[in-house]
């Protein structure tokens, strides 16, 4: 087996994520069945609410569950193409022993132990979290619904999606192993492309640098922007979810989206600073400063961080405009909702001085990289 059981639970990113989407979607689901045996007990003049309630929960199950699981794949995939290129000439070296690209590939099932790890665990929370969550959505004539463990919703939530992307990894795995072993002896992963080569205007290196960091890592790129969306989206949602719904909904919300934005934003910055380490430890033998450095490298990475904090913004106000006007319409409880201005700005605010840091703190890293690594290897 050419991946260990070591390296597919090293995926922490993958499971946290998973385990965030399920999270959100086990109480939601589980309160949706479990509301659905009291329908016949539901005064008249709840029907407003109670309806509201179940559309509420299906629609949040539908947009946050496939957003992340979107993010799953993504990541996934991009984890297995790094491995490959990390072990590119091990591969190589058992494709020129006569291993199958088939028997390689079966080896990248366990990446899905870090799926079935985070499934299992945001269950479990999740399903830990359905008390408090019935209480917080009660209303006035709802009857009092009792909770019920759903094993259709652990097998769908817990076993169905281990299964599948521990498949998807042996899928692309063996797309990916379709080179000759002696390309991936020469540590290549990917087949040369017969595109014409189209001439550039001549730029200032550490300007090509900037835009050609950014135009070749379009994976971590997206990252960037994930991160800052869940920061915009979340931390905007969690001030309207205190006041439209409770302070624990609120409070779920902050901390998902805390956790979703640091772990994307150290996951690609790691990737970044990682697979530029040579090139900056150039740079500075060549007399590059770390600012230097840090501004060609992470400077480019600014444009998806706007871009993400701007689709967040109008993500979270979207969904809210949509379950008050929408799914709530008619219910007398649900307060009116509008922008939040002042939480817009102290976001915004705290977005820049939180990303800003990351940057130098990982300007600073970068500035440490020696030649003697580059000689050495």
């Known amino acids: 087996m050419t991946v260990s059981l070591k390296d597919g639970l090293k995926l922490v990113g993958i499971s946290i994520i998973c385990a965030c989407a399920v999270f959100v979607c086990t109480f939601f689901l589980s309160y949706y069945l479990d509301a659905l ?10 029907i407003p609410l109670y309806e509201s309630q179940l559309l509420s929960s299906k629609l949040t199950c539908l947009i946050s569950g496939l957003c992340l699981v979107l993010v799953c794949v993504v990541l996934l995939l991009f984890y297995v193409k790094l491995y490959l290129d990390g072990h590119a000439k091990q591969i190589g070296i058992l494709k020129a022993l006569g291993y199958a690209n088939g028997k390689i590939a079966l080896g990248f099932w366990v990446f899905g132990l870090s799926v079935l790890l985070g499934c299992a665990v ?26 019920t463990f759903h094993w259709e919703l652990f097998v769908c939530f817990v076993i169905l999606p281990a299964f599948l992307f521990a498949a998807l990894a042996v899928l692309y795995a063996y797309i990916k192993l379709r080179l000759p072993a002696s390309e991936l002896l020469r540590g290549k992963t990917e087949l040369a ?10 730029r200032p290196f550490l300007r090509e640098l900037f835009w050609e960091t950014l135009r070749t890592r379009k994976a971590l790129a997206f990252f960037v922007a994930f991160a800052c969306f869940c920061f915009s989206a979340m931390l905007q949602m969690s001030v309207s979810m205190m006041d439209l719904a409770s302070a624990t909904m609120g409070g779920i919300v902050l901390g998902i989206g805390v956790l979703l934005a640091v772990m994307s ?25 770390p600012v230097q ?38 219910v007398e409880e649900m307060k009116a909702y509008s922008f939040d201005v002042e939480t817009f700005f102290i976001v915004l605010a705290a977005f820049i001085v939180l990303f800003e840091l990351a940057v130098c703190a990982f300007t600073y890293k970068m500035g440490k990289a020696s030649i003697r690594k580059l000689t050495a290897e």
Request: proline fraction near 4%; glycine fraction near 14%.
């Open 37 to 46: 045996s009291v329908r016949e007990k539901v005064a008249e003049e709840a």
């Open 122 to 147: 945001g269950f479990g929370g999740g399903y830990a979290m359905t008390p408090v969550i019935y209480h917080q959505m009660d209303g006035k004539g709802l009857p009092e619904i009792p909770i």
């Open 193 to 202: 492309k017969g595109k014409a080569h189209i001439a550039k205007k001549e």
């Open 265 to 289: 934003l150290l996951l690609a910055f790691t990737a970044i600073t990682a697979s530029n380490e040579k090139t900056v430890a150039v740079m500075r033998a060549n007399g590059y400063t």
């Open 293 to 330: 450095c840090g501004g060609a490298v992470l400077g480019g990475y600014h444009i998806p961080a706007a871009v993400g904090f701007a689709v967040g913004t109008v993500y979270q106000y979207g969904i809210l405009r949509l379950m008050v006007d929408l799914v709530f319409k008619g």
